[in-house]
Nanobody
């Protein structure tokens, strides 16, 4: 599975950006998809997670507390793409954002990683 991330850039505080991550290859192996970020001098953290539902369950999402209510993760299975809509951006959201995927429903140690896309939020 290959992941191609895009959509980063420079934005003023309060602005919005949408990140995209397109998956290719053996995509049937992918269940969870999501976004991590790593700010300078900080550890990489999970920002948002999307898990595909089953015949008995719906798709599910989860977010870091720091982005709840501002970020939204969504997934277009027809395009094999996961998106991260980021609104009301803050300078502390500045980081390199990485998309990740795994055959399991969690992203504890993702098997697949995309390249990073840089997000810079100016005050």
């Amino acid at each position: 599975v290959q992941l191609q991330a895009s959509g980063g850039g420079l934005v003023q505080a309060g602005g919005s950006l949408r990140l995209s991550c397109a998956a290719s290859g053996s995509i049937l192996r992918v269940n969870a998809m999501g976004w991590f970020r790593q700010a300078p001098g900080k550890q990489r953290e999970l920002v948002a997670l999307h898990t595909t539902g089953t015949m008995l369950t719906d798709d599910s999402t989860a977010y870091a507390d720091s982005v709840k209510g501002r970020f939204t993760i969504s997934r277009d299975n027809a395009k094999n793409t996961v998106y991260l809509q980021m609104n009301s951006l803050k300078p502390e959201d500045t980081a390199v954002y990485y998309c990740a995927a795994d055959p399991s429903p969690i992203l504890h140690t993702p098997r697949y990683w995309g390249q990073g896309t840089e997000v810079t939020v100016s005050s």
